[in-house]
T-cell receptor
């Protein structure tokens, strides 16, 4: 399976600011997935990032709020923009290689 | 159509017991069913996965039972240990692997506690 490095592991941010989360994979992958896990909840897909094209967003998630970059086949970023306390969650990236593998997540707290 | 329903929400067993977690789905296009284990502060880790052409799969102490006609699948943990205490998620996707990669739809999660 793939090894995923995600940064930062946690952050506390002021409302109205933005945070960019980085996801680095140890091998080239076609698609990278970004999930949100709200406190005590399950995982919900935010968007799918394919290298060289615009990310595909799930219902309820928009590009202005969660812009995604995918500059190459091993790296992606997710930005959480204009944050509010409701954005406090764990954000996870995932790739498929012999099964879907997840990063360790970014625990975001917005105050 | 895209929902995966998981039960129970929480489960407490004694060491050596066999906890069973159940999931049900509606979308018959789902063709990949993984289970994940998540410890606090960690990302989900893949435990075991099954495709609908088999009815059971075992890996170590973990077994998936799959009932295609009932659209249900379950996770059994044999000889459970306190270290198995974690949150378990079932999931489903369409077209995982191969040339198309489906997104995962997750169940609601089950908090398992194994007492010593």
């Amino acid at each position: 399976s793939a090894v995923i490095s995600q940064k930062p592991s946690r952050d506390i941010c002021q409302r109205g600011t933005s945070l960019t989360i980085q996801c680095q994979v140890d091998s080239q992958v076609t698609m990278m997935f970004w999930y949100r896990q709200q406190p005590g909840q399950s995982l919900t897909l935010i968007a799918t990032a394919n290298q060289g094209s615009e990310a595909t967003y799930e219902s309820g998630f928009v590009i202005d709020k969660f812009p995604i970059s995918r500059p190459n086949l091993t790296f992606s970023t997710l930005t959480v923009s204009n944050m509010s306390p409701e954005d406090s969650s764990i954000y996870l990236c995932s790739v498929y290689r012999a099964g879907y593998t997840f990063g360790s997540g970014t625990r975001l707290t917005v105050v | 159509q895209q929902q995966v329903k998981q039960s129970p929400q929480s489960l407490i067993v004694q060491k050596g017991g066999i906890p069973i977690i159940n999931c049900a789905y509606e979308n018959t296009a789902f063709d990949y069913f993984p289970w994940y284990q998540q410890f606090p502060g960690k990302g989900p880790a893949l435990l075991i996965a099954i495709r609908p052409d088999v009815s059971e799969k075992k890996e170590g102490r973990f077994t998936i039972s799959f009932n295609k006609s009932a659209k249900q699948f379950s996770l059994h943990i044999m000889d459970s240990q306190p270290g198995d205490s974690a949150t378990y998620f079932c999931a489903a996707s369409i077209g995982a692997g191969g040339t198309s990669y489906g997104k995962l739809t997750f169940g609601q999660g089950t908090i398992l506690t194994v007492h010593p």
